[in-house]
């Protein structure tokens, strides 16, 4: 394999790690418990028409140079807001809704970490 490529493969573990996660969660939540992951995809298909979280996720993924904050930030970020939720702080939002941002946060800005990677790339 080439050198090169070996680097970006290298670089860009987190971004296929993130990107595994998300498809395993859908297969293993359409085996165990399907009203939620059905729910979750739906939300997440709704947010992605809202453009302006893509652009979000999109500007995470390409232009933040640590990747690592933007992935260990967004999930922080859940978990905190799934804490308070559960406190009742957040009567107006879901865990489901919340999950499906998440989902889509971390999607776009992996692809867009990603491209970066690729734009290095020297045929």
Same mark, same amino acid.
């Given at each position: 394999?080439?050198?090169?490529?070996?680097?970006?493969?290298?670089?860009?573990?987190?971004?296929?790690?993130?990107?595994?996660?998300?498809?395993?969660?859908?297969?293993?939540?359409?085996?165990?418990?399907?009203? !939620?992951?059905?729910?979750?995809?739906?939300?997440?298909?709704?947010?992605?028409?809202?453009?302006?979280?893509?652009?979000?996720?999109?500007?995470?993924?390409?232009?933040?140079?640590?990747?690592?904050?933007?992935?260990?930030?967004?999930?922080?970020?859940?978990?905190?807001?799934?804490?308070?939720?559960?406190?009742?702080?957040?009567?107006?939002?879901?865990?489901?809704?919340?999950?499906?941002?998440?989902?889509?946060?971390?999607?776009?800005?992996?692809?867009?970490?990603?491209?970066?990677?690729?734009?290095? !790339?020297?045929?």
């Amino acid at each position: 394999m080439n050198d090169q490529l070996k680097a970006i493969l290298i670089k860009s573990k987190l971004n296929f790690a993130i990107l595994a996660a998300i498809l395993l969660f859908a297969v293993i939540g359409k085996l165990t418990y399907p009203e !939620f992951t059905n729910t979750v995809f739906v939300t997440a298909d709704q947010l992605v028409s809202d453009l302006y979280i893509v652009f979000i996720a999109i500007t995470l993924g390409a232009f933040i140079p640590n990747f690592k904050l933007v992935a260990f930030g967004s999930i922080g970020a859940f978990i905190g807001l799934a804490i308070l939720i559960q406190l009742g702080i957040f009567t107006y939002l879901t865990i489901d809704y919340l999950f499906a941002v998440l989902i889509v946060i971390l999607g776009f800005a992996s692809i867009a970490n990603l491209y970066r990677y690729y734009r290095e !790339f020297r045929f």
